[in-house]
């Protein structure tokens, strides 16, 4: 059974720091590349960064670049996202994926609320 579980999230003031993690379980980790993504309500679920299959090579959005910091662990088959300065705009359900470009499978985990406000 595929789970993509994650946790972290909380209500923290302008400028303070969180750190989400999601736990993977029944795929191969290290063979996916995995993501972190966030949705307020009332728009589309937006992408916040990327990191490859092999943690080589990452890649934020600019609203995060400089802020942010996407890590994993393949012997913990954990992802994390280190989340510093952080900004009201910044609130909002942190969801989790996993991707495979070769097999072209997907997973979502059940998000993690993050609220970012004095």
């Known amino acids: 059974q595929v789970q993509l579980v994650e946790s972290g999230g909380g209500l923290v003031q302008p400028g303070g720091s969180l750190r989400l993690s999601c736990a993977a379980s029944g795929f191969t980790f290290s063979l996916y590349a995995m993501r972190w993504y966030r949705q307020v309500p009332g728009k589309e679920r937006e992408l916040v960064a990327t990191?490859?299959?092999?943690?080589?090579?990452?890649d934020y959005a600019d609203f995060v670049k400089g802020r942010f910091t996407i890590s994993r662990d393949i012997v913990k088959s954990t992802v994390y996202l280190q989340m510093n300065s952080l900004k009201p705009e910044d609130t909002g359900v942190y969801y989790c994926n996993a991707a495979s470009r070769r097999t072209g499978l997907e997973y979502w985990g059940q998000g993690t609320q993050v609220t970012v406000s004095s």
């Open positions: 990191i490859t299959s092999t943690g080589g090579s990452t």
